[in-house]
């Protein structure tokens, strides 16, 4: 993967750095918040050779890529520059409240999952350890568990930092504000527990340590003082007056008024959590197993299930929410890819289903989503069935996870703790998923199998200042090409190609120099120098891509009989257009002579044109 091309095509496609306000990533996508969704050019970015797909969820234009997508981010950092001036610049009439709370909640949640998946790991290596014999009184136990507790315990000022980058306001003012939350001495009033007030006014008494509203809604308050601050105060002094009232006037208001509401709507979630937890235990991991390779699909499961995962865990010490549900799920698109690669008898589909089950299998699943599971129709029903009968399993048998990390075989570990049957659940779970969407997907799953793969090339010998036919057919004459441009020589001499497959192959061995934007063309040059134009279907640019699948890219070396790329034949037929295909030499002139040795039924590798230097 060319990290860097990417990043460059990724923000020319999405409207240049002018339109980007704001870009983050999670484990597989970068998430683009714009000025103008509707600059990027969904169909051209979802073109590109190491993009899955592209979802625009609320206000996020979401770049999928997968498990390379921190390098892409990188690149792309190079080339926007710091954002933190634009954030808060979106035109919010445009935006609908609920895509605005999906925006905010995920653009919060997304860069801190690396902090709480670290923490949770270490969580699962301690827990091993102790099962090792490691005493769980021991120093070395001590020192690991606060290191991986530290995570969460000081949550409010990572959320704080986070938050004001969100909210456009300066994110370490917020992450002291944070701070002011946890201090020692307002730590000490919680626990004495006597009646505080501040000039008379009473002063709620919350422990803020590892909540998550509390820090949010502080920081939203904070964003609209800051501005207040910076517009108000006078030139002379706003340097020293600004950060002053910032954070004298948001620290007084959120331990006197937000805080205690935001620790009470978290009190009134974790007592909902907990009152399904006691009485329908089985309910919310059966429903999240089904639902959330959708959520995930979409691009919406970082929008719903951080908080209430978070909360659950420092209320209670475990949590329902997330982790036996998606580990259901996670476990059942694993399965179901597995069953597709093992009943599947196409190579090409074989090979990405095994290697994007195997990433599924450690809870990193958009590779087999996009990949494999939404081009097989009951392969969906496969994963929601395997998901719901794991999670149903997981409910039944009150499966608890006592750390966060990406829920997965390696991520087993966090589903040890105080019951010792517990893991034996969490196997369980993963059996059920695995073993049940397994068997529907190999048994019902690839009905829709696409067209068969194409024929693999062996590598043979070119001959110089040759072109092979890159297409199975018959070839006519270049004049009797229904096109007055092409018949008529203006692109240079060559011929025509009726189509029996759909595939188009390379010609020579040489490297790609143009890709139609609308995908239905090709340039390519080969080692020789000859500059070849191969133009599938007779006014086909008329399609804006639909029906085309590019299978290279600008700048690609390749080698004769390399598949390039794939049309329907149907598609381009009820457009109203020939399926036609020109291979035309663009540099003719540069030639004494093109000549054309064959004409009539014709297949891949056959020697069609020769060009006399």
């Given amino acids: 993967m060319d990290t860097k091309k990417l990043a460059e095509d990724c923000v020319r496609l999405v409207g240049g750095k002018e339109n980007v306000i704001s870009v983050i990533h999670c484990a597989t996508r970068l998430r683009f918040q714009l000025k103008d969704m509707g600059k990027a050019q969904i169909k051209e970015i979802e073109a590109l050779k190491d993009v899955m797909a592209v979802k625009e969820v609320g206000a996020q234009t979401q770049i999928i890529i997968g498990p390379n997508v921190n390098k892409v981010y990188d690149e792309v950092i190079k080339l926007v520059g710091d954002l933190s001036e634009n954030a808060g610049a979106e035109n919010e009439e445009k935006q609908k409240l ?92 919680v626990t004495a527990g006597d009646p505080v007030s501040f000039f008379g006014i009473p002063v709620k008494l919350f422990s803020y340590s590892s909540s998550v509203l509390p820090i949010i809604l502080t920081v939203w308050f904070m964003s609209y003082v800051e501005r207040f601050a910076d517009k108000y105060s006078p030139s002379i002094v706003k340097a020293i007056l600004k950060p002053l009232v910032t954070l004298a006037v948001t620290s007084l208001v959120a331990l006197i008024i937000i805080a205690p509401l935001g620790a009470y709507i978290g009190g009134i979630l974790a007592k909902g959590i907990a ?61 179901a890819t597995m069953g597709i ?85 969490a196997v369980g779970t993963v059996i059920i998923a695995f073993v049940v969407s397994f068997a529907v997907a190999y048994l019902f799953g690839i009905k829709d199998e696409p067209a068969a793969e194409a024929p693999v090339m062996e590598k043979i010998e070119t001959e110089n200042n040759t072109i092979y036919s890159p297409i199975n057919g018959n070839v006519i004459e270049r004049k009797d090409i229904p096109d007055p441009t092409f018949a008529g020589g ?23 120099v143009m890709v139609a934007d609308t995908r239905h063309a090709l340039g390519l040059q080969s080692d020789d120098g000859i500059q070849l134009l191969i133009h599938v279907g007779i006014d086909t640019v008329d399609m804006n891509g639909d029906g085309f699948d590019v299978k290279c890219s600008v700048g690609d070396t390749i080698q004769c009989g390399q598949t390039l790329l794939e049309f329907d034949p149907e598609k381009i037929k009820k457009a109203g257009h020939p399926s036609v295909t020109a291979v035309l030499v663009g540099n003719s002139e540069d030639y004494k002579k093109v000549t054309i040795t064959k004409t009539g039924e014709t297949k891949v590798l056959d020697k069609i044109m020769v060009t006399e230097p």
């Fill in 98 to 189: 609920s895509a605005k709370i999906l925006d905010m909640v995920s653009g919060i949640f997304a860069p801190i999952i690396p902090l709480i998946t670290g923490a949770g790991m270490i969580k699962a290596v301690l827990t091993i350890l102790v099962v090792l014999g490691l005493p769980d009184t021991s120093q070395e136990y001590y020192i690991l568990n606060f290191i991986a507790d530290s995570a969460f315990y000081f949550f409010p000022v990572v959320l704080g930092f986070s938050s004001a980058r969100k909210f456009g306001c300066n994110p370490y003012l917020a992450a002291m504000i944070g701070g002011v939350l946890l201090h020692p001495n307002w730590s000490a009033l």
């Fill in 275 to 335: 009152f399904l937890d006691t009485n329908a235990p089985a309910l919310v991991p059966t429903i999240v197993g089904g639902v959330q390779p959708f959520l995930v699909f979409f691009g919406m499961h970082l929008a719903i299930f951080p908080p209430l995962q978070t909360i659950q865990l420092a209320d209670m010490g475990y949590e329902i929410v997330t982790g036996p549900g998606f580990l259901a799920a996670n476990l059942a698109i694993a399965g």
């Fill in 341 to 425: 690669a093992v009943r599947s008898k196409n190579r090409s589909v074989k090979e990405l289903a095994f290697s994007s089950g195997f990433t599924a299998l450690c809870g990193i699943t958009e590779p087999a989503i996009y990949g494999t599971i939404v081009k097989f129709k009951r392969a969906i029903l496969a994963v929601i069935i395997g998901g719901v009968s794991g999670g149903l399993f997981a409910g039944i048998f009150h499966l608890k996870r006592y750390a966060i990390a990406t829920p997965g075989i390696p991520a087993l570990p966090t589903f040890i703790g105080e019951d010792p049957n517990n893991i034996l659940f």
């Fill in 490 to 512: 203006v692109l240079g001499e060559g011929v025509g190609i009726e189509p029996s497959e759909p595939r188009v192959y390379a010609p020579f061995n040489g490297t790609v």
